[in-house]
């Protein structure tokens, strides 16, 4: 009952902030409002008008967090972002996958499985961050990339590709 009460709440807060214009001190108006549900917030979290945030009570987000305009934040499993993360236009980030029963997907209980997003990491536009995966410190996912939970570990890195791959350090 409580998830589907925060899930209510979230819609609640992003049907009331929809209309007001993305700028910093609404944008952390927003986030404020988030906060409120999550299992921690830091200082001048900003979201802007478009951003969906699924399951905030498994979210925990670090200070000078910001995401960019159609980001979808699905917390099946939990989200943990750093200080000082990026985030840009319609990143995807799912904590968990569907399962396979032999016949189906539809009717089988999610995969949970943690994101971690260390502090300091820039994920460009149109990235998705499957369940399970880790972004090292100080790290930059180039656009339309995925990272998945094979992604090799190495903090300030260039990571880019499908599946993202690591392409040189930084």
Same mark, same amino acid.
């Given at each position: 009952?409580?998830?589907?009460?925060?899930?209510?709440?979230? +819609?609640? @807060?992003? =049907?009331?902030?929809? *209309?007001? #214009?993305?700028? #910093? !001190?609404?944008?952390?108006?927003?986030?404020?409002?988030?906060?409120?549900?999550?299992?921690?917030?830091?200082? /001048?979290?900003?979201?802007?008008?478009?951003?969906?945030?699924?399951?905030? $009570? $498994?979210?925990?987000?670090?200070?000078? @967090?910001?995401?960019?305009? *159609?980001?979808?934040?699905?917390?099946?499993? =939990?989200? =943990?972002?750093?200080?000082?993360?990026?985030?840009? #236009? !319609?990143?995807?980030?799912?904590?968990?996958?569907?399962?396979? $029963?032999?016949?189906?997907?539809? *009717?089988?209980?999610? $995969?949970?499985?943690? %994101? %971690?997003?260390?502090?300091?990491? +820039?994920? &460009?536009?149109?990235?998705?961050?499957?369940?399970?995966?880790?972004?090292? @410190?100080?790290?930059?996912?180039?656009? /339309?990339?995925?990272? =998945?939970?094979?992604?090799?570990?190495?903090?300030? &890195?260039?990571?880019?590709?499908? #599946? &993202?791959?690591?392409?040189?350090?930084?």
């Amino acid at each position: 009952m409580k998830h589907r009460l925060i899930l209510l709440y979230s +819609w609640l @807060v992003r =049907t009331l902030c929809y *209309f007001l #214009p993305d700028q #910093p !001190a609404l944008m952390r108006f927003r986030g404020w409002l988030y906060s409120f549900c999550m299992g921690k917030c830091g200082k /001048n979290f900003q979201v802007c008008h478009s951003v969906i945030l699924n399951g905030l $009570d $498994d979210m925990y987000v670090g200070q000078n @967090v910001y995401f960019g305009n *159609f980001c979808h934040i699905i917390s099946n499993g =939990t989200i =943990t972002i750093g200080d000082n993360v990026l985030f840009g #236009p !319609a990143v995807i980030v799912s904590a968990g996958n569907h399962q396979y $029963d032999g016949n189906s997907y539809r *009717f089988m209980p999610s $995969d949970k499985k943690d %994101v %971690v997003i260390e502090e300091g990491s +820039w994920i &460009a536009s149109n990235v998705t961050i499957a369940g399970g995966s880790r972004i090292p @410190v100080g790290s930059v996912v180039a656009a /339309n990339s995925c990272v =998945t939970p094979s992604m090799q570990q190495t903090a300030h &890195a260039l990571y880019a590709g499908l #599946p &993202a791959k690591l392409i040189k350090t930084l």
